[in-house]
Structures are given as structure tokens and as C-alpha cells.
């Protein structure tokens, strides 16, 4: 029981100090609205591409 004990404390202390971190970044780059303007020009480099188009014959 004390190594379930201890697995779990450990476990814990790993989300901590990985996930903290990680949360902290993503809520900075969600508040300052860096993903609708990166979604943005993903869109339009998508969209502003060269067609397929073929020449007739």
C-alpha cells in the first residue's frame, strides 16, 4: 500500500511541474489572441496557393 502511496505522489508531483508550466504558456498565447491571427494566415497561405489548373489542348 505504501508504494501505491508513493506512485501516486510522484505521479502528481510529474503533472505539477510539467502541466503548470504548459498552462501558463497556452493561457498567455490564448489571452493575447495569437491563435485566431495564426489560424488566419494559415487560412490565407492555404487558400492563396497555386491550382491545379491545366491548359486546354
Not at 26 to 53: H, K, M, S, Y
Amino acid at each position: 500500500m505504501i508504494p501505491l502511496v508513493g506512485l501516486c505522489l510522484l505521479v502528481m508531483a510529474v503533472l505539477h511541474w510539467v502541466l503548470e508550466p504548459l498552462e501558463a504558456l497556452f493561457t498567455w498565447t490564448l489571452q493575447l489572441n495569437v491563435l485566431p491571427w495564426l489560424l488566419g494566415l494559415i487560412l490565407i497561405w492555404l487558400f492563396a496557393g497555386e491550382t491545379d489548373r491545366r491548359p486546354f489542348p
